[in-house]
T-cell receptor, first 114, second 112 residues
Framework: ETGVTQSPTHLIKTRGQQVTLRCSSQSGHNTVSWYQQALGQGPQFIFQ???????GRGNFPPRFSGLQFPNYSSELNVNALELDDSALYLC?????????????FGPGTRLTVL | DAKTTQPNSMESNEEEPVHLPCNHS???????IHWYRQLPSQGPEYVIH???SNVNNRMASLAIAEDRKSSTLILHRATLRDAAVYYCILRDVRNAGNMLTFGGGTRLMVKP
C-alpha cells in the first residue's frame, strides 16, 4: 500500500503568478482534502473532493481551485498569488465512510511567494 | 464543530509517561474525539479516536472523562521520536467527510 505523495516538495513563485500543486492519494481512497498551514499555526481546511466533485470548502477565495481525477489524484491551483499564500500545503486522502474516517496526509509542498 | 482547548506546550523526559490534556466543554453527543500529531517537517498523522469509552492502540491511549467535556492522550513511554505537535479535534459523526478543524495544538518536547 503506497502512501500519499505530493509534488513538488518546494516551490518559489512571485506575486501575481499562478501555481499548481499535485497530490497522489493512497490506494483505495476516494476522497482528497487540501489544507494550508502557515508557519507556527495548525492546518486550515481549503476544500475537499469526493469522486471528482467538490464536497466542502473552507474560508478561501475562489482563486483557490482544485481538481480530482478518476485515478483519485488531485491538483490544487492558486491564481494571482499573494505574499500571504506562502505556506505549507498539505493534501490528505481518506475512504469516505463517516465523520470518523481517518485522513492520511502527505508531506506537503512548501510554497514561497516573493 | 465544537472547539477544543489545549496547552501550548509541554515537556517530558524520555521513557516517562506523558499526559496531554484537551478541554472540549461544548462537545455534542455525536462528536468523536480525534487526536493527530505532526512530527517536524511532516504532515499530520492519525493517533487515536474515541467517543465515550477509553481507547488503546499501539501508539497511545485515550482517556475520556465521564461527562465527555475533557480527554487526555496518554503516551505510555515517551521517546525522542514522540516530539511533535499534538492536535485534539472534534468530528461530528453525522457529517461524513467533514474537514479536520485544527487548533494550535500542544507542542511536546521530549528531553533525553
Amino acid at each position: 500500500e503506497t502512501g500519499v505523495t505530493q509534488s513538488p516538495t518546494h516551490l518559489i513563485k512571485t506575486r501575481g503568478q499562478q501555481v499548481t500543486l499535485r497530490c497522489s492519494s493512497q490506494s483505495g481512497h476516494n476522497t482528497v482534502s487540501w489544507y494550508q498551514q502557515a508557519l507556527g499555526q495548525g492546518p486550515q481546511f481549503i476544500f475537499q473532493y469526493y469522486r471528482e466533485e467538490e464536497n466542502g470548502r473552507g474560508n478561501f477565495p475562489p482563486r483557490f481551485s482544485g481538481l480530482q481525477f478518476p485515478n483519485y489524484s488531485s491538483e490544487l491551483n492558486v491564481n494571482a498569488l499573494e505574499l500571504d499564500d506562502s505556506a505549507l500545503y498539505l493534501c490528505a486522502s481518506s475512504l469516505l465512510t463517516s465523520g470518523t474516517d481517518t485522513q492520511y496526509f502527505g508531506p506537503g509542498t512548501r510554497l514561497t511567494v516573493l | 464543530d465544537a472547539k477544543t482547548t489545549q496547552p501550548n506546550s509541554m515537556e517530558s523526559n524520555e521513557e516517562e509517561p506523558v499526559h496531554l490534556p484537551c478541554n472540549h466543554s461544548t462537545i455534542s453527543g455525536t462528536d468523536y474525539i480525534h487526536w493527530y500529531r505532526q512530527l517536524p517537517s511532516q504532515g499530520p498523522e492519525y493517533v487515536i479516536h474515541g467517543l465515550t469509552s477509553n481507547v488503546n492502540n499501539r501508539m497511545a491511549s485515550l482517556a475520556i472523562a465521564e461527562d465527555r467535556k475533557s480527554s487526555t492522550l496518554i503516551l505510555h513511554r515517551a521517546t525522542l521520536r514522540d516530539a511533535a505537535v499534538y492536535y485534539c479535534i472534534l468530528r461530528d459523526v453525522r457529517n461524513a467527510g467533514n474537514m479536520l478543524t485544527f487548533g494550535g495544538g500542544t507542542r511536546l518536547m521530549v528531553k533525553p
